[in-house]
């Protein structure tokens, strides 16, 4: 069969983040600041979403041909998949209907956490609903072809390890770059774990599964060195959502990292308290370059409210500071613009991520996705049938789409972009973290010393983590 997987680069979505439901782009509002914030945000020619490149090797290990299409709708395919964002579903929706119509006797599969999570949004464009994790085309395709439109059922792959190494030879993969994270290029995403155990209720990592899969530390190597040698990758970002969780994986990942005979770039996203600093000492030596954490906002009972198990303040100083002295770059996660939220609240998370400093600050404004608990409790003030009809356009992270209690979508948009413009463009940011955004810097002798590894790298497998004092 001829398979077509089709995808748009409209609206700068990133469909790998968002746990699936996509990211957009800081819309670079504060005026010649905000937009040079832009610019940098947008630089990047990030990879496809991961399970495209899985889908790939899966068609082609069944074989069948395989082929990316951007905004395009090549001619006589038997079959195409789709795996929409949401800031880009209407986009997708519009374009299976005309597939439909051009080509009445096509298979049209959409596939992701959108289609798991809205499966109903897509009842009139005449498709078939993959939902569960697309990878289980590989035992399910003829199942799901034979089904035919509407929703079928195929459930979360058991074995990860039993998948094919990804194929990003559709997608140009010599152009992936993500210079927040590397300084190698080119870029590939890789996973070692999928899934969360924690249960903050706005999260869409937990909608599929509320557990964590792992794979064998040793195919995860066995992938690496794979995507090295075909595609020439020199940098690979951690896909996992919650990197680091089992303790006991982690010394003989960390191990089989160390054996590459070419050291690769990685970034990883985790938790503060389950990387103590000589975790993270080990893992700079292996190649670590660059760590992405959730801090979200200082305010205890704003956490608490949303099922976030909070992390002690100096805890979290603390990590940001061992980062930079090990030469990791940090990537903080701060959410604004809580249902709420008030212009002091705001404001206090700016202050607070000014007294960290770290490398990125990365200011999200709350956003509800569909299936998550924080969705339905609130489903009556957002989304397109919603007060206010918010179209899925706007759910890119960085639009208000809430109703506020003491704020208008406009003072949210303006203090968001206070939060970017006031954080990036002040000296003690850039005397802080200088070395870190030019590495050069450091091999001039500038910035901290190189710290070296902790004989131990990585804690005990019942060390319990660190938790903020009630």
């Known amino acids: 069969m001829y398979v077509v997987l089709w995808d748009t680069h409209e609206r700068f979505v990133t469909k790998e983040f968002g746990a699936g439901f996509g990211m957009g782009a800081y819309h670079g509002r504060g005026g010649w600041r905000g937009r040079m914030i832009r610019r940098w945000y947008t630089r990047d020619r990030r990879p496809v979403t991961l399970p495209f490149a899985y889908m790939a090797a899966i068609f082609r290990q069944l074989g069948h041909t395989v082929e990316y299409a951007v905004d395009d709708l090549p001619a006589n395919a038997d079959v195409y998949v789709f795996h929409p964002a949401l800031g880009t579903i209407d986009q997708e929706i519009a374009a299976m209907r005309q597939l439909r119509a051009r080509h009445p006797r096509a298979h049209i599969l959409v596939t992701g956490v959108v289609a798991y999570a809205m499966p ?86 937990i909608l599929v599964e509320n557990k964590v899969r792992f794979r064998e530390p040793a195919a995860v190597l066995e992938e690496i060195q794979y995507g090295r040698q075909v595609h020439g990758f020199r940098s690979f970002k951690f896909r996992d959502p919650l990197f680091g969780a089992n303790r006991r994986r982690l010394p003989e990942l960390i191990e089989h990292l160390g054996r590459l005979d070419r050291k690769v770039q990685f970034s990883i996203e985790t938790r503060i308290d389950l990387m103590p600093r000589e975790t993270l000492a080990a893992l700079r030596d292996v190649g670590l370059t660059s760590i992405t954490v959730g801090i979200e906002t200082p305010a205890e009972d704003t956490l608490r409210n949303y099922r976030r198990r909070p992390i002690a303040d100096d805890q979290q100083a603390e990590f940001i500071a061992a980062c930079r002295e090990l030469g990791i770059r940090t990537a903080a996660g701060f959410m604004i613009g809580f249902p709420e939220d008030t212009p002091e609240s705001i404001l206090a998370v700016l202050r607070y991520a000014k007294q960290l400093n770290p490398t990125y600050a990365n200011f999200n404004i709350v956003t509800p996705y569909p299936g998550t608990e924080f969705y ?36 949210v948009h ?41 004989p131990t790298p990585a804690p005990a497998a019942d060390a319990p983590p660190a938790r903020r004092a009630a």
């Open 376 to 411: 339905t409790l609130i489903s009556g003030d957002v989304g397109p049938t919603g007060a206010g009809g918010v179209p899925w356009s706007h759910y890119d992270m960085y639009t208000p789409v809430l109703q506020y209690q003491h704020l208008t979508h406009e003072q």
């Open 414 to 454: 303006d203090l968001h972009a206070k939060c970017f413009t006031s954080y990036y463009t002040r000296w003690p940011y850039l005397f802080a973290n200088a070395h870190l955004l030019w590495p050069m810097l450091r091999r001039l002798g500038l910035g901290p010393k190189r710290q070296t590894a902790s």
């Open 120 to 205: 109903q949004a897509f009842a009139e464009a005449n498709v078939t609903v993959v939902r569960g994790e697309p990878e289980q085309l590989l035992w399910k395709l003829d199942e799901v072809l034979a089904a035919g439109p509407g929703i079928v059922n195929v459930g979360s792959v058991k074995d990860l390890d039993a998948l094919p190494c990804p194929d990003w030879s559709p997608f140009a993969p010599r152009n992936f770059r993500m210079n927040y994270d590397f300084t190698r290029f080119p870029t590939a995403l890789v996973q070692s774990s999928r899934g969360c155990a924690f249960s903050c209720n706005y999260c869409p990592y």
